[in-house]
């Protein structure tokens, strides 16, 4: 499914957090991998307490110097610098996405703004909203990270087709990986809801109460199908429906299931009244550890 991966790296050690999983997933999936570096225009001198690659020669050979570190022997490694210096780093990793055509972007969440500014004001942002390659993002650890697992999937759904394209992404990687797939469907609660139907359960509580167990029911109906679907292609699912607010629910069942990677369709656009609002994803990764795997739908 993925045959080449990108890994965006800026020099800093905290970036470098992205390259096991990279190595993990090359090795499993049979992918080449290819580094990239973008010179910042009027770069600040350091960059996450580390020296700021600026200089062209240099930023080559730190490319270099990760390949032949970070990755297993065998492993098909390509760098690439951008030379021309732009002030808009992430706008021309994402150029870079159409360039160079990579399956799959692996980067580390970081920047500035935290978590939530960047990952949907920045690379991540670009690279879905152009519906070009799905993003795995990695969260830095305050120790040593356990080795990168793809055993376990979680999958949250909520009947839309085209959320369904996550799942398409969770069945190509589960084959080579040989995991499992967690699918989790959430129904909320009255007070739980967002938007406009607040104020209806306010009105109509009860039938508001009513309408949501029949969601629930449907839900678990909806989940039955996709798992005929998945266990026809020879892989192993199971799935569960949770009732109240969907981060929570998400982070929670990600916990209870062990799960390794958590992946979530999304449009990488604005929008509260969706449930894949730009609020999911970053309140996802700032709830939880787990690496989130972003699937670009829509296109």
């Known amino acids: 499914m993925f045959e080449q991966i990108l890994v965006p790296l800026d020099g800093s050690e905290l970036a470098e957090v992205a390259l096991p999983a990279a190595d993990a997933l090359a090795h499993i999936l049979d992918a080449g ?19 700021h690659l600026s200089d062209p020669v240099e930023a080559e050979d730190y490319l270099a110097e990760v390949a032949n570190r970070a990755f297993s022997l065998g492993t098909r490694i ?19 996405v159409d360039e160079l055509g990579p399956g799959l972007i692996v980067m580390c969440t970081h920047g500035n703004g935290g978590v939530r500014g960047w990952l949907f004001g920045s690379i991540a942002q670009q690279v879905i909203g ?19 697992a793809c055993r376990r999937l979680l999958v949250p759904l909520d009947g839309d087709t085209e959320h369904e394209q996550g799942l398409a992404v969770a069945a190509g990687l589960a084959e080579p990986c040989r995991a499992e797939i967690r699918l989790v469907c959430i129904v909320p609660t009255p007070d739980t809801l967002r938007g406009e ?4 359960a306010r009105l109509l509580p009860m039938a508001t109460a009513a309408a949501l167990e029949l969601d629930e029911a449907g839900a678990r109906q909806y989940l039955s199908g996709q798992v005929r679907e998945l266990e026809a292609q020879g892989l192993w699912a199971s799935t569960e429906v949770r009732r109240g607010d969907p981060t929570s629910a998400i982070v929670q069942a990600a916990k209870e299931a062990e ?9 990488g656009k604005a929008g509260m009244a969706a449930f894949w609002s730009e609020s999911v994803a970053p309140q996802v990764t700032n709830q939880s550890r787990l690496p989130l795997l972003l699937v670009p739908v829509g296109a």
Do not use: M, Y
Request: a positive charge; proline letters at 10%.
């Open 33 to 51: 991998v290819t580094l990239v570096h973008v010179i910042e225009k009027d770069a600040p001198p350091q960059i996450h307490g580390q020296r």
């Open 78 to 96: 390509a760098w690439h610098v951008h030379a021309a210096a732009t002030r808009d780093v992430a706008r021309s990793i994402a150029a870079h």
């Open 130 to 148: 152009r519906r070009k390659a799905p993003v795995l993002l990695i969260l830095p650890s305050a120790s040593d990270p356990p080795p990168f």
């Open 197 to 200: 139907e607040t104020a209806a």
């Open 259 to 267: 799960a390794d990677v958590i992946i979530l369709g999304t449009h």
